[in-house]
Each structure stands twice: as structure tokens, then as C-alpha cells.
């Protein structure tokens, strides 16, 4: 039966990649094909054309071999997931009309064709879905990793000194790591005053305020003073505002003012030597 | 032109997007970098309310005329288990999650106008505006 179908469809490929292609430009939204240079639009739709019949069996056990051929290469097409689930069902729904128009699909037969349908049309589907949603999932987790990377790292400056420039947003994860890193730094490094500068902070709300207190906390139990530096102006006025206390430590609008008084707690000064 | 715009909380990271989004929206409205470091505040704040306390809601901001009078608002709802005292909430330093406790008394200072409608069982609207000056 799938031998008659894909002869029959094979024959006529011409007349249902031109079919197919006439409805996808014509479902609403969707301006991909407008955009694309014709000759573009014809090679691809062929591709595709080709790489959708080549997988049509009626045994129920799909050739996984082949569908995740066919998933690498639509993949790599770079369509959205929309508009390839939409190519999928119409391929299929002019395929089906195709083969009704020719009476290769008659009442006698249409259960028959309707598991060979179903057998060829839902493997595909799945296995894209499968496909972007794998690929999303690495995307997220990578970029995950790479913001960790990027995140908390206690730097010595000067013998006791050491400084942590906190940048971008933070959440309880990122606030966890900071306090791991902090204490750890601190232990090694022996550090006696620390820094943290909050410069490349956007949003110091209650929850940043409550981690950076907590981490200061902890420091002072290690047996090192906190600092917090990088305080802009209109920061500090939220900071009022929310009535958070920072009377505990000492704080600085800049980390230069911040290690100068970090010298003068560690009993140092820089100063300027004549040239000779 | 579209005055309302939204954002669902889901996620610790839709605080950030919902932020982000009342810092532009501040910024187009033309407040100054102090006012939106506030609206942005108050936005983090509310929003992390949602999150912790009833796992999802949705942060609104609108623009809004009054008399002349220009500004943003900001519509924080939920459909969570509400706030039994409401006096409690808004005293400084109260806290059942263990944080700072000025979260919603500092959002009230950040703003200019405040009001919250809370059952218990229901969930919370909290309604703040701040007007340009």
C-alpha cells in the first residue's frame, strides 16, 4: 500500500510542493517564505519534500535512523518550531488531498491509509519537537554555567585586602555562591578587610540587601571586616527608603575610597615618592 | 497605543523581567534615574512577593493621567493565600520568611500612593503609583 502512496507521490511531487507552498504563504502571519529569494523558496521546499516522503512505511516500528536524519537536517533549515509544525500538517493535508483527487485513496482503503498516515506524520513531529526543546534545554543550561562563571570571585589586592566586584542581578543562587566564595577567599587569601562592590548591581531591593548583610555577618565570624563600596547615589536613596539598616558596616560611594580607608583599618597609606 | 503592559510571575527570573520592564517603561515616562531606581525597586520587591509567598501572580504597569498630573502604575495580583494582618505587614521589620521585613513598608515609601486589598484564601492586589514631578 505505502509503495502505491509513495509512487503516487512521487510522481506528482511537482504539483504538491507548488500546492504546499501556495498554502504555507498563505497562512496568516507568517512571512518566511515572502522574505525568501523564489529560487530559495523552491530548493528548500524540495528538501523538505523529499526528506518528509522518505520516511513513509506502514510498519508501525519507525526507521529512527532515518527521522532523526530528517530532524538534523529541518533543524538546520533554522525555521521556527511553529512553522515547522505547520509544514508538517499541511504536507500531510495536501498529500492526503492529492492522493483523494487521483482515487488512490478511496472509502474501501481509508483506515488503511489512515495508520499509514498517522505512523508517518506523528514519529516526525515528535521527534522535532524532541529536537528543539533538547536544544533549548542545552542553550538554558550552558548559558547557566556561563553566568556562574562570570559570577563572584574574591580578588586579593593588597596583602589583607581583598575585593569582590559583584555585577548583574542577583538571585538566591548566585547570593549562595557569593557567601561560599566570600568566606573561602577570605580563609586563604587572609584577608583582614574585604570589599564588595555592588557598582555592576541594578536593583538593590530588600532580598539583596538581606544576602549582603548576611554575608557581612558571616565574615565578621571568620574574623575579617566587610565593606560595602559602589553605592550610586539613587541606590542609596532606595536603600533609605526600604529602611534597610547598613549601620554594621562601614560603606563608600567608590572602591577607591573604600581601599583608601581599607589601608587606614590595616594601618597603611599610599603615598607619593619624589622623582629624582 | 497599548498603556498596559504585563508580566507573569512564574520564576525567580521573571522578577528580572518584570523589572526590566518597569525600568523602561519608567525611563519612556520620562522619570529621572533616582525615581526609576525606586519604581524598579518597588517592582522587585512586590514581585518577589508573588513569587515567595504566592507562587505565581502578575505584575502590571500602566501609564496614568490624573488632573494633569502624569505617572506609572504599578498592579501587583495574586491569587495566593492573601494576608490575614495587614497592619503586621506593613510594620518595619516584620517577616514570616525570615528576610528584612521592610519590603512592603519600603514600597510604600519608594511610591507615592499605596493600597492593598487582600482575602484570606483569595489572593492579594496590591495598587501603587508613582507621579512624575
Partial sequence: ?276 | MDLRSSVEIITEWDIVAARQLGRNEAKKAGFGTVDQARITTAISELARNIYLYAGKGKIEIERVTDNGKFGIKIIASDEGPGIPDLRKVMEDGFSTSGGLGAGMPGVKRLMDEFKVASETGAGTTITTTKWLH
Fill in chain 1, 1 to 276: 500500500m505505502d509503495k502505491i502512496m509513495v509512487e503516487g507521490i512521487n510522481k506528482n511531487m511537482d504539483e504538491i510542493i507548488e500546492r504546499w507552498i501556495r498554502r504555507m504563504k498563505e497562512e496568516k502571519g507568517e512571512r518566511f517564505f515572502h522574505f525568501m529569494p523564489d529560487h530559495l523558496v523552491e530548493k528548500t521546499s524540495r528538501e523538505f519534500a523529499e526528506l518528509m516522503t522518505s520516511n513513509i512505511s506502514d510498519s508501525s516500528a519507525a526507521n529512527t535512523e532515518r527521522i532523526n536524519d530528517f530532524t538534523e537536517k529541518v533543524v538546520r533549515f533554522g525555521w521556527a518550531i511553529k512553522f515547522v509544525n505547520k509544514a508538517i500538517d499541511n504536507f500531510s493535508d495536501v498529500v492526503y488531498e492529492f492522493l483523494e483527487e487521483q482515487e488512490i485513496i478511496n472509502e474501501s482503503n481509508l483506515r488503511t491509509f489512515n495508520i499509514i498516515f498517522r505512523n508517518w506524520i506523528n514519529p516526525l513531529r515528535e521527534s522535532i519537537i524532541d529536537a528543539y526543546s533538547t536544544e533549548w534545554e542545552r542553550t538554558v543550561s550552558l548559558q547557566k554555567i556561563a553566568l556562574q562563571e562570570l559570577s563572584a570571585s574574591l580578588i586579593p589586592v593588597f596583602d589583607k585586602i581583598s575585593v569582590m566586584p559583584l555585577v548583574g542581578t542577583i538571585d538566591t543562587e548566585r547570593a549562595k555562591l557569593i557567601m561560599e566564595n566570600l568566606l573561602e577567599g577570605v580563609v586563604s587569601q587572609r584577608a583582614e578587610v574585604v570589599l564588595l562592590d555592588i557598582t555592576g548591581v541594578p536593583v538593590v531591593d530588600t532580598m539583596v540587601a538581606h544576602h549582603i548583610i548576611q554575608a557581612a555577618e558571616a565574615v565578621r565570624l571568620v574574623g575579617a571586616k566587610c565593606m560595602l563600596v559602589g553605592i550610586r547615589p539613587e541606590i542609596a536613596q532606595t536603600i533609605v527608603a526600604l529602611g534597610i539598616n547598613l549601620h554594621e558596616f562601614t560603606t563608600k560611594s567608590t572602591l577607591q575610597r573604600g581601599m583608601q580607608a581599607a589601608l587606614g583599618m590595616t594601618n597603611r597609606a599610599i603615598v607619593e615618592v619624589e622623582a629624582n
